[in-house]
C-alpha cells in the first residue's frame, strides 16, 4: 500500500515523505534528518544520567536491546513485571527530562501521520549492536495515542504483523533518520526488529559507531 505524500520540505529544505503501513499507520521517510544533532546531543546527555542496561524479562531472562528512558515516565521490565516507572529503579531518581526537542518531532510525526495531537510522556531509548534483535510484541501504555518511533545509526529491517501474534509480517528496511507512527486502529499491531546487520551509519558519531538507536515516543497513562 503506497500514500506517496508529495514530497515535503520541512523550514530547513529537509525532503520526507509518508508510506502508508496501515490505515492509521505509517513510514515517514527522512523525517527525523533535521533534529538528528540535537537528537544525538541529547541522548548521550541522557545516557549518562540514566545509563543504558539490559533489562530483564519478568521470567529472569535478560534482554538483548539495552534500553534507557527519558519523560515523565520510563518502560521497565523486571522480576516484577513489565511496567512504567515515574522513576529509574536503578538510581532512584525521576527519568532525565523529555527535552523539547524530542516532543516536537513526536508531535510533528504524529501530525504529519494525520493522527490527533500527541503529547508524549515517555520516550524509551532503546540501543542494538550487531546482531540485535527485538521479538514481536505490541506496546503497552495509553492506546488513545500513537507510537512514534525513530530510527537513528544503522540500518535494520523492522517486523510489521497484525492484532494478533501470528498474523503475517511485512518485513520493512528502516534508515537513519526514518519515523514509524502507528495510532487508531493500528496502535496495537505487533512489531519486532530482526537482527540489525553490520554497516556504516549514515552519520559519523560514537552513538551510532556500529549500533543503531532507536527512541519510541508514548503516551503511559
Ligand atoms: O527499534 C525499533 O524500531 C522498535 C522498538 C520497539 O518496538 C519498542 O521499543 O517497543
Known amino acids: 500500500m503506497q500514500d506517496l505524500f508529495s514530497p515535503a520540505a520541512n523550514d530547513d529544505q529537509t525532503h520526507w515523505e509518508r508510506i502508508a503501513i496501515g490505515r492509521q499507520a505509517c513510514v515517514l521517510r527522512g523525517f527525523a534528518l533535521r533534529w538528528e544533532d540535537d537528537l544525538l546531543r541529547q541522548v548521550q546527555a541522557i545516557v549518562q544520567q540514566a545509563p543504558f542496561r539490559h533489562l530483564r524479562t519478568p521470567g ?72 540485535t534483535r527485538l521479538t514481536l510484541h505490541q506496546d503497552e501504555g495509553d492506546a488513545r495515542h500513537p507510537i512514534v518511533s525513530v530510527s537513528l545509526g544503522l540500518p535494520a529491517i523492522f517486523l510489521w504483523g497484525g492484532d494478533a501474534r501470528a498474523d503475517a509480517t511485512q518485513k520493512l528496511p528502516l534508515q537513519h533518520g526514518d519515523v514509524v507512527v502507528w495510532g487508531g486502529v493500528d496502535r496495537m499491531r505487533y512489531h519486532g526488529v530482526m537482527p540489525v546487520k553490520d554497516g556504516v551509519s549514515a552519520v559519523a558519531h560514537p552513538l551510532l559507531d556500529g549500533q543503531r538507536i532507536n527512541l519510541t515516543f508514548r503516551r503511559a497513562s
Open 60 to 131: 529472569g531472562r535478560p534482554m538483548q536491546v539495552a534500553m534507557s528512558n527519558c519523560g515523565a515516565f520510563g518502560w521497565y521490565s523486571d522480576q516484577h513485571g513489565y511496567r512504567y516507572s515515574a522513576t529509574d529503579p536503578l538510581s532512584g531518581q525521576p527519568w532525565p527530562a523529555m527535552p523539547p526537542a524530542f516532543a516536537a518531532l513526536a508531535a510533528q510525526a504524529a501530525q504529519a501521520a494525520e493522527l490527533p495531537p500527541f503529547a508524549p510522556n515517555a520516550c524509551l531509548i532503546n540501543r542494538y549492536s550487531v546482531g
